[in-house]
């Protein structure tokens, strides 16, 4: 299908790039969730931003594909406004009737796969594969590794399907941003199956020196439900936590308005404290919060069974929640 044609074409720059690749750039740049390790602090997100901008740009290059301008009008004049359309009759022009080498990648090993992706278009995904384009290629450095399904723009309609499609295909995936998309996903149990079956470890950010824990906070913050967050601890967290950090995660939890998380993590053993009988931040949050059904389970603890005046904060926090209650009501 590839032929020896090549365009001779200049590699082009961002400002060449059609508007809906221009905007999925901007928009995965804007909202990465940014690494706090320390490989990566201080970048807020750059390392992923120049990732991209290479993936799109390198992707587009002469040595990627051949092309030759269509005259017909129908037909758009580049392969990624074919790409960007969906249109089945742009991209089989591309793909069948001008020969496009859809199988060769640049020296960053960035496909025409990655593009589709970043392009939000599962229809020329689904093509691609079944042309044979390999989907478990990476690029990137070690430390901030970028997947096909990385490359997905979060925002798609589609976004459950295109994931399930590349998971399928043995694809794996590595950043946070991802991470936190499934977790919104219908699909999310048999997304996340299929994902730690192919190699995924679900608890571990893009970055070597991020601990395994770090993800977890992401877990809290953003699993939409308790379902969410019970399926994912008891399939695939299962850490040894040390005190002081299940106290961080719990107190996360009721920061986060969600007494139904800190809730589970104190009915389920999380390490709070040994032997503390006053001035436990969880405590006190709880209190500030009238979060009454997390304090019972806290004070139910047996690390807590000496905990000192624990009848006077109950009242505390009942009249706390009374008066959120109030606020409310008069909203």
């Not at 400002?15 to 995965?28: H, K, Q």
């Not at 139910?300 to 624990?310: P, Q």
């Amino acid at each position: 299908m590839a032929s020896t044609f090549k365009s001779k074409r200049p590699v082009r720059g961002l400002e060449d790039i059609c508007e809906r690749l221009r905007w999925s750039i901007d928009y995965l740049s804007e909202n990465s969730l940014s690494c706090y390790s320390r490989t990566c602090q201080g970048k807020h997100g750059a390392t992923f931003r120049e990732l991209l901008k290479r993936c799109i740009v390198s992707g587009l290059g002469p040595e990627a594909y051949r092309v030759v301008e269509p005259t017909d009008p129908h037909i758009p004049n580049s392969l990624e406004s074919a790409i960007c359309s969906g249109d089945d009759f742009n991209i089989d022009h591309y793909l069948y009737e001008e020969g496009v080498d859809v199988w060769e990648v640049d020296s960053h090993g960035v496909s025409l796969l990655h593009l589709a992706a970043a392009a939000g278009n599962t229809n020329v995904i689904r093509k691609l594969l079944r042309l044979g384009v390999n989907p478990t290629v990476h690029i990137g450095p070690r430390h901030d590794r970028l997947s096909v399904i990385d490359c997905l723009n979060p925002m798609l309609p589609e976004l459950d399907r295109g994931i399930k499609m590349l998971l399928e295909e043995r694809c794996v995936f590595f950043t946070d941003r991802i991470f936190v998309a499934l977790l919104r996903t219908s699909g999310f149990q048999e997304l996340f199956k299929r994902a730690s079956e192919n190699g995924t470890d679900l608890l571990r950010s893009p970055c070597d020196t991020a601990t395994r824990k770090e993800r977890y906070f992401l877990l809290v913050r953003h699993a939409p439900s308790i379902e969410v967050f019970r399926f994912m601890h008891l399939h695939v967290a299962k850490l040894d936590w040390e005190a002081n950090e299940a106290s961080q995660m719990i107190r996360e939890a009721l920061l986060c308005r969600k007494p139904e998380f800190a809730r589970f993590m104190i009915q389920n053993e999380f390490p709070i404290v040994v032997r503390c009988t006053f001035g436990l931040p969880e405590v006190e949050e709880a209190v500030a919060l009238g979060y009454v059904s997390v304090l019972e389970d806290l004070f139910a603890r047996h690390e807590l069974r000496g905990y000192r005046n624990k009848e006077m904060i109950l009242n505390r926090c009942k009249a706390r929640n009374q008066e959120l209650r109030g606020r409310m009501d008069s909203v």
